[in-house]
């Protein structure tokens, strides 16, 4: 069997596999269990793989491309168009074998395993800051209760936690609830510790993210999230094209040679996103390159400082993608 194209569906046990030949005739379509797809894959004679970035699939574009195969990974919601009706194993499968060879389509560089590991890590520190938000908050809520209130911020914390030592504040009860909180938010406390020291030591390790650490407003955690998710740069044509996937550009709904422009698009990875938005929050204020610049000024005295911001990790994005292209380190423009 001559095969040219496939498309392969992923799921956790069952994969569906849909071929065609050289000459665009469907020639395949099968079900295979999980164990089965290494053996059925290593039988097959070199072909063009297309699956959908999604969950596992960075670690089957490794496995096959070891096999020999080339394998394209592309976003779930540009194969959508390719579905002819209905929704199904098989109808995904060759919505994703045609969406594979188009040649408008944009495909997904497949991340390493360590790329993904250091992913993980970030993964892992965002959720144990969530977990450690939701004892701050029952803590603050019931104290209240009892007509207790201190000033809001991680940094009032001692000041809140001072009221379960004080005699005769709380019933012992309630004291005794409050303090097995306290110890849930000091566990969730250090393990957040642990993985920044070890997102360090990534950084340390990584010359790209050391790198990107040079620009203003990025530090090792933005630095390493951004070299981790995005292991080749050359796969957006501009500063603008990265900053768009990003969801750090107008939306637009232009149409009859008017151009309307809206809020950001907020599409793409959000947490790269969101750290941005912080990172360039905290140049503002701090930064003598930023005070000094006449464009963000100008900026300050017409729109509102988080709009500043937002605009800030916009222009952010498009130097850390010119640091990863050209393999340099940030460099202080000269000023006017």
Known sequence: MQLMTVGLDLAKHVFQVHGVDPAGN????????????????????????GMEACATAHFWAREL?????????????????????GKNDAAD??????????????????????QQAALMLHRARDLLVRQRTQPINAVRGHLAEFG?????GAWNLDRVLAHLEAEGEIPEVARQVLRLLAAQLDEAERRIEELEGRIAAWHKADPVSQRLAT???????????????????????SGREFAAWLGLVPRQRSTGGKQRLGRISREGDKYIRRLLVIGAQA????SKAARSDPWTQGLLARRPR???AVALANKIARTAWAVMT?????????PA
């Open 93 to 114: 499968a060759a919505a994703i074998c045609e969406a594979v060879t188009r040649p408008s389509m944009r495909f997904v560089p497949v991340k390493g395993e360590g």
């Open 148 to 152: 207790i209130v201190e000033a809001q």
């Open 215 to 237: 620009i203003p407003g990025i530090g090792p955690p933005v630095a390493t999230a951004i070299a981790a998710t995005v292991p080749d740069a050359g796969a957006f044509r």
């Open 283 to 286: 140049v503002l204020p701090r």
């Open 65 to 85: 491309t070891a096999l020999g195969h080339t394998v394209r990974l592309m976003p779930a919601q540009y194969v959508k168009a390719y579905v002819k009706r």
């Open 306 to 308: 988080l709009v500043v």
């Open 326 to 334: 050209k393999g340099q380190t940030y460099r202080q423009p000269a």
């Open 26 to 49: 469907v020639v395949l379509k099968r079900r295979l269990r999980r164990g089965q797809m290494i053996t059925f894959f290593a039988g097959l004679a070199p072909c063009l793989v």
